[in-house]
């Protein structure tokens, strides 16, 4: 299921929340709006929470199914609210907005090309993913130019068929340039989405919603 939303009158939902198969992250201000849409098309339950004492949770978690990675800035009551949940792992890096700088869903593992060895290392053996380092469309955030569930992934409009056979190989699914919200080529930054729906922008245009749908193959 497909729907629309906004997390204040923001479009970008994907800056302030993110989503796995099972819950939702939501800021903690946001409204009843927002978790009804979530609920509704992803059939997950709503958490509202910060993160390092912020609202932009999208940009600073990443999450599958198995495990809750967090910005090195996370506070220990808000992992500790995670850990209700799932694993979760506090990168170690200067690149540590997780989910700007990491592209994860059940079945592969993409990452800032620029991040350090070590904390691959680390974060391979937490997901127990194999990782590939990589750039699509000039952006080393491949997690806000890109969404991947564990059906598919939408990239930004210029990733290169190259960029875009590896981003397949690595998370085991098609991936499909397209824009949302209005033209935007952050993709990442526009919509949540899991294997069984997704809340996107509501300034993005139907041509927009129906290539997302048939990306993501949420029929």
Known sequence: MLKLSN??????IGVYSTANESIALLPSDSGAELAKAVEGAMDVEPVRLTMSSSHVIGSLVAMNSHGIVVTN???SAEIRRLEEYL?????NDRLNAAGNNILVNDHGLVVNRNMKPKTIEDLEDFFGLECLRL???????????????????????K??????????????????PITLNYGSAMVG???????????????????ELGKLEDSLYLY
């Not at 997390?7 to 970008?12: F, H, R």
């Not at 694993?87 to 990168?91: C, L, N, R």
């Not at 750039?135 to 564990?150: E, L, Q």
């Not at 990733?159 to 499909?176: C, N, R, W």
């Open 189 to 207: 930054s526009c919509v949540i989405a899991n294997s069984k729906g997704a809340v996107v922008g509501n300034i993005s245009t139907p041509i």
């Open 135 to 157: 750039r699509v469309a000039g952006m080393d955030t491949v997690g806000s130019a890109c969404k991947v569930t564990n059906k598919g992934g939408i990239c930004h409009p």
């Open 159 to 176: 990733a290169t068929a190259v960029e875009m056979a590896e981003l397949s190989q690595a998370l085991k699914v098609d991936f499909t």
């Open 87 to 91: 694993p979760v792992f506090k990168i």
């Open 73 to 75: 800035q996370a506070e």
């Open 7 to 12: 997390y204040e009158g923001n479009p970008y």
